[in-house]
């Protein structure tokens, strides 16, 4: 083990500790000196404004990228300006640009809620990869390694990890905790801070991007009219990666029929389609299901009872030849087999279970009996993979060093999930925001935000169809985190960094009609 020398010098409100390294240079400034001193001593303390700096050197599509990464906490203030909470995130600046009033801000956030950002930071967008398969299985040893396909070469990126998440704290506890954990807190209190953060970064000037994972398409979605109502700050592009259903309602019908379409990806994807189905390729084959599902499963499903037994049987026959499972089961449950159920029946026979998240993945149950799978074999994988690499990448890599538990998933319940209209609002930012453009990423065996859904949200979010040339779909042949198989991983990130460059308005475009 390479050894440390660190000295400490107080100097004014600011402690800087200086790591002795050939490699990297640390700074860590605080705003309360005297805390921070005992928080060295003890380590238990949680200090809501710290930061710590690091340089690095990576190479992105074979071109050498430096980059400074800023790991550490700011404040979430009540209306009185009382620091209330500690937000959590890692700030990666590429430090070769001069003019960083044209360089693109993206601004990230994982879903849950409660979850924190280290899904995308280390296995997406971030400068480093957690060290797993091409396909996204862990392996080990454990850590983290250089990712040649990160969008810092084009833009810098932010990660932000929301209350109870990560590192990040409350620090009052007489603060009702309605003020972060639900749909429109959550987006009313995080417009302030990413405000707080641009003007502290000097980013005001910049193109702003959002992005968000999972329900932090719910969050980005909310704030892209929060920001420009509350802080008039507006984007040039939010990315929703794979999203849910934005508040978007769903009635009975439309609910049991778009999820078809994902069975059929999931059922191709394990081989367990006809013949003639299953020698086409995936993206060849699903339109024949999403028309089945348009033009007659809907109308089939809104006849409900009444449905006459002949076109039930039809139905059925057709259901069961684009989902794998068979006839007497579609019709057992009334043509609308629920998820759980078939995560549990597509390979019941062969003893296996498929991931919620990710339909790639196995898992094997107690017993082959059931109505839904013992455990979500996806996230077991993930967590054996990521858990390691954050917490070793944080503390060995960018130096930052507490013995706070870094949370995967915090406490964030109850969550309060009434009014949300987040895709309206997307739709309404989009409306008064001309320069605002979408980008909807999607992987086909994700069972918990499916790809056809996601299609759904874009057509119910613009009925008269006049944003649709500012509103883009790419889907992946993984799941969830479609990243984690590297394929999709390198597309992924070059169809940001084509999304971002066709957003940006070419120099004196103004934004009109």
Request: glycine letters at 8%; one cysteine or more; a neutral charge.
């Amino acid at each position: 083990m390479k050894k440390m020398l660190f000295s400490f010098a107080l100097t004014g409100s600011f402690l800087f500790v200086t790591a002795q390294s050939p490699s990297k240079k640390a700074e860590v400034s605080a705003a309360t000196p005297a805390e921070k001193v005992e928080n060295l001593v003890s380590n238990i303390k949680f200090n809501p404004d710290e930061k710590v700096i690091t340089q690095h050197l990576t190479t992105i599509k074979g071109q050498k990228v430096p980059y400074q990464a800023t790991t550490g906490t700011m404040p979430v203030w009540d209306e009185d300006g009382k620091t209330i909470a500690g937000i959590f995130y890692t700030y990666y600046e590429r430090s070769d640009v001069k003019d960083r009033a044209s360089r693109p801000l993206v601004i990230s956030f994982n879903g849950g809620p409660g979850s924190a950002s280290v899904w995308m930071q280390i296995a997406y967008t971030g400068p480093t990869l957690l060290n797993i398969d091409d396909e996204g299985y862990p392996v080990q040893p454990y850590g983290i390694k250089e990712n040649p396909y990160s969008i810092l070469d084009v833009a810098d990126i932010v990660f932000v990890n929301p209350v109870n998440t990560a590192y990040s704290r409350i620090t009052n506890k007489e603060t009702p905790k309605s003020t972060f954990f639900g749909v429109n807190a959550d987006v009313k209190y995080l417009a302030e801070w990413i405000k707080t953060f641009v003007t502290r970064s000097n980013r005001w000037a910049s193109p702003k991007y959002l992005i968000g994972e999972s329900y932090g398409t719910t969050r980005v979605s909310g704030l892209a009219l929060e920001l420009q109502n509350s802080q008039w700050m507006y984007l040039n592009g939010v990315v929703l990666v794979s999203p849910t259903t934005l508040g978007i309602e769903r009635g009975v019908v439309s609910k049991a029929a778009l999820r078809l379409p994902y069975y059929a990806a999931t059922a191709w994807f394990h081989k367990m389609l006809p013949s003639d189905l299953q020698s086409k390729d995936l993206t060849a084959m699903l339109p024949e299901v999403e028309n089945f599902t348009l033009n007659e499963l809907i109308p089939a499903l809104s006849k409900g009872g009444s449905l006459e037994a002949s076109q039930r049987n039809a139905i059925a026959a057709k259901i069961a030849r684009y989902s794998g499972m068979s006839e007497k089961v579609i019709l057992q449950n009334n043509l609308d087999v629920p998820l759980d159920y078939f995560w549990k029946e597509l390979l019941r026979d062969q003893g296996h279970t498929v991931g919620r998240l990710d339909s790639r993945y196995k898992g094997i149950d107690r017993k082959d009996a059931g109505d839904n799978p013992d455990f979500n074999s996806e996230l077991t994988s993930w967590l054996h993979s990521f858990t390691p690499a954050i917490n070793i990448y944080l503390r060995n890599n960018l130096g930052y060093k507490t013995d706070l538990k870094y949370n995967m998933f915090g406490p964030v319940y109850p969550w309060d999930n009434s009014g949300d209209k987040t895709g309206e609002n997307l739709r309404q930012a989009m409306a008064q925001n001309p320069y605002l453009h979408v980008l909807v990423q999607s992987g086909y065996y994700d069972g918990a935000c499916d790809y056809f859904n996601a299609k759904y949200n874009m057509w119910q979010m613009d009925p008269s169809g006049k944003l649709k040339d500012r509103m883009s779909f790419e889907g992946y042949r993984s799941g969830h985190m479609m990243y984690l198989r590297k394929e999709d991983l390198i597309k992924g990130n070059e169809d940001l960094r084509i999304f971002i460059q066709k957003s940006l308005p070419k120099p004196g475009v103004p934004a009109k009609y």
